[in-house]
């Protein structure tokens, strides 16, 4: 009965922990996937596989055979975006690194090694959240979209241009060209609203302030930035919330991305008080058993026995989770 409770919670502190151990990156951040293969594996003996189960069409995120990167095999998603974070694969080091990540890359990864022609085992899974910044605000107050163009950019040839895709009519959010504002081809509902933060756009701040917000405001904004005679390239995404009363959370400037943090620090919080409360219940178990000793009825004892062998156990699983994930087998 006890080990039975016992274990719902064990088994509810490795779901949290995993839950926990589940990572966020923003559109454009590269993002490393973590996997310990085998420490006698290296580039020339390994065949290392890294898969994502739910996506629907075939390929590889990477496949790696033959001492070296098998394209042909690759999704073509994955395409010139991952790399080995160490090509030596010195002690079996096979995490890759997944630059520039969107929103489809979303999901869950697995890393697959084998050694010198045996079955590759699922060594590691890793869930990766791609989401766009998020910003609340409240009607009436000023909101900062934040980006950053390239470092020398230059306000006589940059072309700045932030839109929001989700809106039907035409006309942008700003569009900032031949050194001035566009005015003509902005968007009315935008009009006198929004500047420039740096009017200089020192080291490349192309982020603008939008004033005076309203529950029309809420929606995607996205940043372009080009050279003339360049395409601009899309250098960020925010989606911009206002709610009327909101929530005491809601501030002007990166308050969800505070939140998100702050969910996940509240449960790595519940883990390591999970963590404690297992290693506290092993310590009094056992003062229990050391001081009840003599007068302990054999079949509690028994139980006793089961428990101490229970206990210590997932609770070592879980500090070396931490570290490399234990090889499935
Ligand atoms: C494996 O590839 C690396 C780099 O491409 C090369 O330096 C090394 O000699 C190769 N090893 C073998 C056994 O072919
Ligand atoms: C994500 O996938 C959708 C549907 O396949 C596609 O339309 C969209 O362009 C993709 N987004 C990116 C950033 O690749
Ligand atoms: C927004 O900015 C304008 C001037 O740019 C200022 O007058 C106004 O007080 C600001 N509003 C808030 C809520 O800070
Ligand atoms: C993108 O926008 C978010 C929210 O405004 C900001 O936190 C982030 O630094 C921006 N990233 C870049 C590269 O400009
Ligand atoms: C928001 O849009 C609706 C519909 O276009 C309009 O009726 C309303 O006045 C707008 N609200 C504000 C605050 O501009």
Redesign the pocket.
């Known amino acids: 009965m006890m080990s039975a409770s016992k274990w719902i919670v064990f088994v509810c502190l490795i779901t949290c922990f995993l839950k926990c151990s589940g990572s966020e990156a923003k559109p454009g951040d590269n993002f490393n996937v973590q996997c310990q293969g085998p420490r006698d594996a290296d580039s020339d003996t390994v065949m290392l596989k890294w898969i994502r189960p739910d996506l629907k069409s075939e390929g590889y995120v990477f496949y790696f055979r033959n001492n070296q990167t098998q394209k042909d095999y690759q999704h073509p998603s994955f395409l010139g975006r991952v790399e080995l974070r160490d090509p030596q694969m010195k002690d079996g080091h096979v995490s890759v690194i997944l630059k520039n990540v969107n929103v489809n890359d979303t999901g869950t990864y697995e890393c697959y090694v084998g050694i010198k022609g045996s079955k590759p085992q699922l060594i590691s899974t890793t869930k990766l959240t791609v989401r766009d910044s998020e910003i609340n605000a409240k009607p009436?107050?000023?909101v900062t979209l934040q980006c950053q163009g390239p470092r020398d950019a230059d306000s006589d040839t940059v072309i700045l241009r932030w839109i929001r895709p989700d809106l039907k009519s035409e006309g942008s959010v700003y569009l900032f060209k031949d050194n001035q504002i566009q005015k003509d081809l902005q968007h009315p509902s935008f009009d006198g609203r929004v500047e420039l933060r740096d009017p200089q756009m020192k080291d490349g701040d192309v982020s603008v302030?939008l004033?005076?917000v309203n529950i029309n405001d809420t929606g995607t904004y996205e940043c372009y930035v080009g050279n003339k005679g360049s395409k601009p390239q899309l250098l960020n995404t925010t989606n911009l919330i206002i709610k009327d009363s909101g929530d005491a959370a809601g501030h002007s400037e990166d308050g969800g991305d505070k939140g998100k943090q702050g969910r996940l620090r509240v449960g790595l919080l519940v883990g390591i008080a999970f963590l404690v409360v297992v290693v506290f219940g092993v310590r009094f178990k056992m003062y229990r058993r050391s001081s009840q000793q003599n007068h302990q009825p054999p079949a509690d004892e028994a139980a006793e026995h089961e428990l101490q062998d229970l206990n210590p156990e997932p609770s070592k699983k879980l500090k070396e989770e931490e570290e490399e994930p234990p090889v499935e087998t």
């Open positions: 009436g107050e000023n302030i004033k005076n």
